[in-house]
């Protein structure tokens, strides 16, 4: 069974950092892209940051220079450590992959205050 956790989100200051985790359980091809996506109350769920099996990676410009996506793929783990948090950031953060299928995990909250 495909399963994708998330974890690390929390609520912090404007201007502090969270590394959000997601760990991927199950098969899924060799070749695959990791990525992260955000929705904001009120909001359609919107692109973050994508990484792809053989490490290229891209990012919305709203985040660009203040996040940085990773993967461990012996452990089919992506992360997204924040910094310079922004209360524009506050939303739930889903992970998803897609290589032999398109996954998402349960969301987790991040909520920055000003």
């Known amino acids: 069974q495909r399963q994708l956790v998330e974890s690390g989100g929390g609520l912090v200051q404007a201007g502090g950092s969270l590394r959000l985790s997601c760990a991927a359980s199950?098969?899924?091809?060799?070749?695959?892209?990791m990525g992260w996506y955000r929705q904001a109350p009120g909001k359609e769920r919107e692109f973050v940051a994508q990484i792809t099996s053989g490490g290229w990676s891209s990012y919305a410009d709203s985040v660009k220079g203040r996040f940085a996506i990773s993967r461990d793929n012996a452990k089919n783990t992506v992360y997204l450590q924040m910094n310079s948090l922004k209360p524009e950031d506050t939303a739930v953060y889903y992970c998803?992959?897609?290589?032999?299928?398109?996954?998402w995990g349960q969301g987790t909250q991040v909520t920055v205050s000003s």
């Open positions: 998803r992959i897609v290589g032999g299928g398109d996954y």
């Open positions: 199950g098969s899924f091809f060799s070749f695959n892209v």
